[in-house]
């Protein structure tokens, strides 16, 4: 729905606190969708996104000329935020860095303001740089790889994790695949879901080589599918729950129930279109209980040992 030659829905409802500017600005370019349609989305699905984005060090797209035209990647935060929150953290390579994390609905809205157009996170909190209480396999297909393979990745992935007792979710990627996500509570050191995530992505690739690799080689991922679990480093993002994408049609990474996979078309399935409506029609979010489940890895590091 376009904005245009009317003052914006959005620039009323969030006067007082964000205001959107340039709302009928188009930024998926070809596609008709403005600015302020990326604005009245976040503010639709911003009960279901933030409690997966909040407190925890944050990156953005931001695409101030509209997606797919001069977007960058930005980690730090820039002059003129008012509602995002800043903490001081130390890089990977040991120097001081200033981070961004979201506080609140404004927080979001304020760099949507910005021209951020997805919102990716660190697999842990602010209050706990340290540990990490979420542990993400990146299903990446390679060019023709079909989506059955990566669906049949994904569920072979849930197998391996229900044989190790730990409960874990899927959500599409907004792009071409599916991410595996499970939940590490307490959280628990980087070292350990590393050496975890490798571990499941070296047996998976061992076990169907034809079909798995767990190593990031272009010529050696032909093909296959790459069992990504470099997301698992201190430092890394992973796409947010419900963030959009700066891609064709502008989809959404959407969290799923196990059992909704087999009805699903593809990582992009879901879009700024159609997510409202599966909001809507949802009674809970499938990953509402995510942070009520108890699990370690750490019995099941020893299984894996073992077993290897
Ligand atoms: P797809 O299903 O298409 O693979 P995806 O979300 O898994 O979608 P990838 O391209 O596989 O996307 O992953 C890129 C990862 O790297 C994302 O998790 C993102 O947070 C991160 N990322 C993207 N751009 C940068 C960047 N410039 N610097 C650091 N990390 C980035
Ligand atoms: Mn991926
Ligand atoms: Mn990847």
Known sequence: TSTRGRKSPVQRAT????????????????????????????????????????????????????????????????????????????????????????????????????GAMEFHVWSTRIDRLETTDRVVFDLDPSPRVTWERIVAAARLLKVQLDELELTSFVRTSGGKGLHVVLPVNPACSWDLVKDF???????????????????????????????????????ATSIANYSLRTRKNAPV??????????????????????????????????????????QTLSAAMKKLEVGA
């Open 197 to 235: 995530s490798h571990a499941i992505a070296t047996r998976m690739a061992t076990g169907q080589p034809q079909e798995f690799v767990d190593t990031a080689s272009k010529t050696k991922r032909a093909g296959k599918i790459y069992v990504d679990y470099l997301r698992n480093t201190r430092g």
């Open 15 to 114: 006067a007082g606190a964000i205001t959107i500017t340039h709302a009928d600005r188009v930024v998926y370019p070809g596609e008709s969708i403005t600015k302020g349609d990326v604005a009245a989305y976040y503010q639709r699905v911003m009960t279901s996104l933030l409690p997966n984005v909040v407190k925890r060090p944050l990156s953005v797209i931001r695409c101030p000329e509209g997606a797919r035209n001069t977007c960058f990647f930005q980690k730090h935060p820039m002059g003129g935020l008012h509602h995002v929150g800043t903490i001081e953290l130390k890089e990977e390579k040991g120097s001081l860095a200033t981070y961004m994390y979201a506080k609140n609905a404004s927080s979001i809205l304020e760099l949507v303001q910005f």
């Open 253 to 294: 990474a959407t969290p799923l129930r196990w059992e909704e996979l087999s009805k699903i078309e593809g990582g992009d399935a879901f879009t700024i279109r159609s997510l409202p409506r599966r909001l809507s029609r949802l009674r809970k979010d499938p990953w509402e209980n995510i942070d009520s489940v108890k």
